[in-house]
Nanobody, 127 residues
Framework: QVQLVESGGDLVQPGGSLRLSCVMS????????ITWFRQAPGKEREGVSCLSTSDGMLYYADSVKGRFTISRDESKNTVYLQMDNLRPEDTAVYYC????????????????????WGQGTQVTVSS
């Protein structure tokens, strides 16, 4: 059974840093990609960053470029999202997700491509 478990969310002051973790288990084949999404209250789910194993590319939303870094430790089946210089607008529930069937890397930000989701971890940026 495929399972994604996020952790690392917390309350942090503006300008601070957090590292989120997504531990993956139950995969019979390596996923095409692992992506971080976020959803703030009253807003649509937004793609934040993607590690695409199909083409070896890293993708970032414009709003987080230069501040967030996605990485992977294959030995631990874990994907990380290092978040630096956090802003109040980064406040959201953060989810990791992977596709199982259809994969279109240049549409990595589209939730419709993803089949497996974690339960989410809350990030709050506030003074």
């Amino acid at each position: 059974q495929v399972q994604l478990v996020e952790s690392g969310g917390d309350l942090v002051q503006p300008g601070g840093s957090l590292r989120l973790s997504c531990v993956m288990s139950g995969f019979s084949l390596a996923p095409y990609a692992i992506t971080w999404f976020r959803q703030a209250p009253g807003k649509e789910r937004e793609g934040v960053s993607c590690l695409s194993t199909s083409d070896g590319m890293l993708y970032y939303a414009d709003s987080v470029k230069g501040r967030f870094t996605i990485s992977r430790d294959e030995s631990k089946n874990t994907v990380y999202l290092q978040m630096d210089n956090l802003r109040p607008e980064d406040t959201a529930v953060y989810y990791c997700a992977t596709p199982f069937g259809l994969w279109i890397s240049n549409e990595w930000y589209s939730p419709r491509l993803y089949d497996y989701w974690g339960q989410g971890t809350q990030v709050t940026v506030s003074s």
